[in-house]
């Protein structure tokens, strides 16, 4: 009785250790880093747990009393079966292209990969129960992971192949245990580069030939032919959105590839007058405009940027107000620093979309968007500039009731109007 249990208990294990092996391969080739970190997690104590079984059985001892010879053979045979299993499970979880480090409390190694030896220059047996900081001083990692590793690291330089970036997370588990993730993303970088250079040289190539067109059919007097006026008129607006979109597409790769920005002083009293006389100008009169200015604070940053930001959400507030609707501009204090918002009493916008806004060309409809001479990369460029800046875009809606876009500043970003820093 007592020994179908223990074989009921070793083939549970077994069953359990494939499976969560079998999880975590799957998740993690089908990119679901911190899901398939749990059940590797798990898959390692299981090993953990059946390695002291097997060592507690191994040694050939002679079948103990009351178990017959027949019964004890039976039973040493599924222990060798087991140990093989195991072997094979370990082996699977050392293969892993990804680089996983079990840490123990105090973030001393317990157990590392192959891939760990490669991308963080770990050695085994030199690493095993060293602390992981100090043994990556030289790298960025070693910072992160003194304060915490609270957040996923990105594009880190790996400490063991210096040619490759690493995302890098931790995840706890157990008693005060972590679990540390490396994911080898150089790949994706150069993909990624690939793609802005590709966008830039595109939007650049067609700048002069855009210009050229364009200046053509100014030159046309739609009185000269009338029968071809409406048709030249569509065609001058066509090719002047198409300017727009390459100009826009342009001053998205340089701010993708720019890590920070000017520091220099834009008073804030005159860009929101600027932006106000904007929105009035495309308004026409046909919405209300009002400007509350309480922050008495001035920006630090990008002049150029901030504008075309700041503008951007104003142009968006009179392009998606019916007539008639009306458009706030603010500039206050916040606990945080300050803050810049329009909000609009226009279509609003569905909570579903909110999330994708600000990816390039994302459309909640495509006509509407068209009708109105949107580019679809205006809230895109509004992201980016925010990021330079270490501000953040707050959106708040609701269909037919009218939207609210905040961007929020923090105290580092603040002058006092015509003064000095704050700080
Ligand atoms: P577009 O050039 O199309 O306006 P944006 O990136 O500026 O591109 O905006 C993306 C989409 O977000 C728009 O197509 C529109 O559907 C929606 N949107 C932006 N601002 C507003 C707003 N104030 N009210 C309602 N919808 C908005």
Request: aromatic share 4%; with cysteine; charged share 20%.
């Amino acid at each position: 009785m007592a020994q179908s249990a223990t074989i009921s208990f070793w083939k549970l294990s077994i069953a359990l250790a494939a499976a969560l092996l079998a999880g975590a391969l799957l998740g993690w080739f089908a990119g679901g880093h911190v899901a398939s970190g749990v059940a590797l997690v798990a898959l390692f104590e299981v090993v953990l747990l059946l390695t002291r079984i097997r060592h507690q059985t191994q040694p050939m001892m002679p079948a103990p009393a009351g178990v017959s010879p027949l019964q004890h053979d039976r039973f040493m045979t599924r222990s060798r079966r087991i140990a093989s299993s195991l072997r094979d499970l370990r082996n699977a979880a050392s293969h892993l292209p990804d680089a996983v480090v079990l840490l123990d409390q105090q973030q001393q190694v317990r157990w590392f990969n192959h891939a760990a030896e490669n991308l963080l220059g770990l050695r085994r047996p030199r690493d095993r129960g060293v602390l992981l900081h100090q043994r990556l001083a030289t790298s960025d990692l070693s910072g992160w992971l003194q304060d915490g590793a609270l957040e996923p690291i990105n594009d880190v330089m790996a400490p063991g192949h210096p040619e490759s970036q690493l995302n890098v997370s931790m995840l706890p588990f157990g008693r005060r245990q972590h679990l540390l993730l490396a994911r080898d993303i150089s790949h994706l970088n150069r993909l990624e580069q690939i793609r802005r250079d590709f966008v830039a040289n595109v939007s650049h190539e067609l700048r002069t030939p855009l210009t050229v067109i364009h200046g053509y059919l100014e030159l046309i007097d739609p009185e000269d032919v009338p029968e071809l006026a409406p048709v030249l008129g569509e065609m001058r607006a066509q090719s002047k959105r198409m300017g727009q979109i390459v100009e826009d597409l342009l001053t998205l790769s340089r701010l993708e590839t720019q890590h920070q920005v000017a520091d220099e002083r834009v008073p804030m009293a005159s860009l929101l007058a600027t932006v106000r006389k904007e929105a009035e100008a495309l308004s026409q009169g046909r919405h209300q405009i009002t400007l509350e200015s309480t922050a008495e604070a001035d920006l630090l940053g990008s002049p150029k940027d901030l504008h075309s930001a700041l503008s951007n959400l104003v142009s968006n507030a009179v392009r998606y107000t019916p007539i008639g609707g009306s458009i706030t501009i603010r500039w206050r204090r916040t606990p945080e620093g300050a803050a810049y918002s329009v909000s609009d009493t226009g279509f609003g916008i569905p909570t579903t979309h909110l999330a994708r806004l600000t990816e390039r060309f994302y459309r909640i409809s495509s006509s509407r968007s068209r009708d109105s001479g949107g580019t679809g990369l205006g809230l895109s460029i509004v992201k980016h500039v925010l990021n330079l800046h270490q501000a953040q875009l707050q959106i708040e809606s609701m269909p037919g009731i009218g939207s609210t876009f905040a961007c929020h500043f923090g105290h580092a970003r603040l002058l006092t109007a015509g003064g000095s820093d704050e700080n």
